[in-house]
């Protein structure tokens, strides 16, 4: 499975961002997808996930309610809207894809097996 992140950029605190992850690959639209974020000097932490089927989500904790993650199975593509900006969500963003039983997801970075390039989103205060 091949991923390609796009949509980030330079945008003023408030504002929003949508990012998207298109995937290829045979079996691509049979995973379960994340967005994880590493900001300079910082871990990678996990964002948010969505289950290849059922629509099941998750979300870290300093995201909710902010930003929702959603996918198009027949395009292959994850999607990450992201409201109300704020400084401290400036980072590169990755998306991810893991193998997972139907209907889950995972925080766990380890359990992903295929990482797009990422994207750099920079917010502004």
């Known amino acids: 499975v091949q991923l390609q992140a796009s949509g980030g950029g330079l945008v003023q605190a408030g504002g929003s961002l949508r990012l998207s992850c298109a995937a290829s690959?045979?079996?691509?639209?049979?995973?379960?997808m994340g967005w994880f974020r590493q900001a300079p000097g910082k871990e990678r932490e996990f964002v948010a996930a969505?289950?290849?089927?059922?629509?099941?989500?998750t979300y870290a904790d300093s995201v909710k309610g902010r930003f929702t993650i959603s996918r198009d199975n027949a395009k292959n593509t994850v999607y990450l809207q992201m409201n109300s900006l704020k400084s401290e969500d400036t980072a590169v963003y990755y998306c991810?894809?893991?193998?997972?039983?139907?209907?889950?997801?995972?925080?766990?970075?380890?359990?992903?097996?295929?990482w797009g390039q990422g994207t750099q989103v920079t917010v502004s205060s």
């Open positions: 991810a894809a893991a193998p997972r039983p139907l209907g889950s997801t995972s925080t766990s970075y380890r359990v992903y097996d295929y």
């Open positions: 690959g045979r079996t691509a639209s049979r995973y379960a």
């Open positions: 969505v289950s290849w089927i059922g629509g099941s989500t």
